[in-house]
């Protein structure tokens, strides 16, 4: 019993009663009433002795109070914080001792135990000591109460401030502006899943009230537009099943406004210190940003259209010019106003595919497949143009330069080179290499089965904007061999 705290406040009653059955046994058959005075005299003195020892170490600070609420037992470790000697106080008055506890919720509960006769735990501030907290079992014991008490001031301290985070966090969830935040418990399945806790924000987001949520699981789930409910709810089970996280958008009807918005889950499970485990999650309303990612769309759509109007006003305008004016260019009027117009196509098919990227880039593949669609007309065209190469994405600039270099060379295949008979063929591939200065393109151009080449006396507009114009915009270096078996061109391209 030394140095523990006493199982429970009727302890000291029965440990006086077990000490008084044992003295006794001693002495039984006492022949007349002066013994018997003089055994309970004894009995008493050694009870009162044994109760000292186990008082003095139980640990926790003790005294005892009579009806008179005197005090009659004081242990060490009660003197030693009410910083008096115990014999000062002894017999004293414990409200005289210790005026300040008159009207305190202390005195009350004190009376409470000695008018009930039915034991109380309780934490209260220490009288006299504010800041410090207290934690008392009061029993009765004799005619009046036993008290014992330890400091709680740490514990209590640090309950208080995990209160107060837990009310702020709580404050900052219910206020959120835009979002809810809640958790869920596992469940024994997925079925058996329950909120623990939704802040307040639950009803400005859904419209229904975050108390109204942890009876009736089916109530947001019911908001969620009927062609999102299957696949909420199966992302929802692989999550569960696999102790994942899980972030998905979908779309739901207010229950209070109608009003159709755009929310996104993400939550994640959580395993408590015990075992448990947990969902902290947040839903979030992301109807403004779907509508800016829509507006963007439309302003893209009309940036296209608008482009591709310009590229047909200087069609247009071309051809006026190309049909009034005199040249004396080697290529007919027609036909330069033909490849005219083909460049124009080509860089508008370039546009294309930015604008399905959003102009935040492109990927190689799709740049040479919109480069090569109007020379594979059939299938057997289709397989007379081989490409082969890793996944790239590149960047506007980039793709643009790249859909006039292809253009060119497709234009050049297709009159002079491999592509002008049935049994040319046009292989494509390109690779990514490591350079001290980041990683670089390196595309080769090469055509087989075509006419014998031979080099041109003149170099043409063609080769000045592949040699010279683009080989500039994309900072690295073109070059043209005309080899006899076709013409071979390679390109070299920093990526960054």
């Known amino acids: ?125 220490a009288v006299g000591r504010p800041g410090h907290y207290l934690e008392f079992r009061v029993f009765p014991f004799k005619s009046g109460l036993g008290v014992s008490f330890r400091d709680r001031t740490e514990r209590h301290c640090a309950e208080e401030e995990m209160r107060e985070r837990q009310a702020q966090i709580s404050a900052l969830a219910d206020n959120l502006p835009l979002g809810m935040v809640y958790q869920m418990d596992n469940g024994v399945g997925f079925e058996g899943r329950r909120f623990i806790y939704v802040s307040a924000s639950c009803e400005r987001l859904n419209g229904i009230p975050a108390d109204k949520v942890p009876g009736d699981q089916s109530l947001l789930f019911n908001l969620i537009l009927p062609e999102f409910r299957e696949s909420v709810h199966r992302a929802q089970l692989e999550a569960h099943a696999q102790l994942k996280p899980l972030d998905i958008e979908f779309a739901i009807r207010h229950a209070k406004t109608g009003e159709i918005r755009w929310q996104r889950i993400v939550d994640a499970p959580r395993r408590l210190p015990n075992g448990k485990i947990v969902w902290d999650g947040i839903q979030i309303d992301i109807t403004e940003q779907k509508r800016s990612e829509e507006h963007q769309r439309l302003l893209l759509n009309e940036l296209n259209h608008r482009v591709k ?74 397989s007379r143009v081989e490409t082969e190469g890793p996944a790239l994405r590149i960047s506007p600039p980039m793709a643009l330069s790249f859909s006039m270099i292809l253009h060119e060379l497709f234009t050049n295949a297709l009159k002079y080179g491999a592509l002008s008979t049935a049994s040319g063929v046009v292989r494509i591939s390109w690779s990514i290499l490591a350079g001290p200065s980041g990683p670089r393109l390196s595309l080769r151009w090469a055509e087989r089965g075509g006419p014998p080449v031979t080099p041109p006396t003149r170099k043409g507009f063609g080769s000045r904007l592949i040699q010279d114009g683009l080989a500039r915009e994309l900072n690295g270096t073109v070059s043209l061999d005309y080899e006899p078996d076709g013409v071979v061109c390679t390109i070299d391209v920093p990526l960054s």
């Not at 080509?346 to 399905?356: I, K, P, Q, S």
């Not at 990227?357 to 057997?380: H, I, M, N, Q």
């Open 309 to 382: 109007n310009t590229l047909a006003t200087v069609q247009s305008l071309a051809a006026q010019s190309f049909r009034g004016a005199a040249t004396q260019s080697l290529q007919p009027l027609p036909s330069a106003c033909a490849t005219f117009e083909a460049r124009l196509f080509a860089l508008a098919r370039a546009h294309d595919v930015l604008t399905r990227e959003k102009w935040e880039g492109a990927e190689f593949s799709d740049v040479l497949t919109e480069a090569c669609a109007p020379y594979r007309t059939d299938e057997a065209e289709c």
């Open 1 to 125: 019993m030394l140095g523990t705290v006493l199982a429970s406040p009727v302890d000291l009653e029965q440990l006086t009663g077990d000490f008084a059955a044992s003295v006794s046994e001693q002495f039984k058959g006492a022949p007349d009433s002066a013994l018997q005075e003089a055994l309970a005299h004894t009995i008493e003195t050694k009870v009162q002795a044994q109760l000292s020892v186990v008082l003095e170490g139980i640990g926790d600070a003790f005294y005892a109070l009579d009806d008179q609420w005197r005090f009659s037992y004081i242990n060490r470790a009660a003197e030693s914080y009410f910083g008096e000697p115990r014999h000062s106080m002894l017999h004293q008055v414990i409200w005289d001792v210790f005026p300040q506890s008159g009207g305190t919720e202390l005195r009350r509960r004190y009376e409470e135990v000695l008018a009930s006769g039915q034991p109380h735990v309780f934490e209260a501030e």
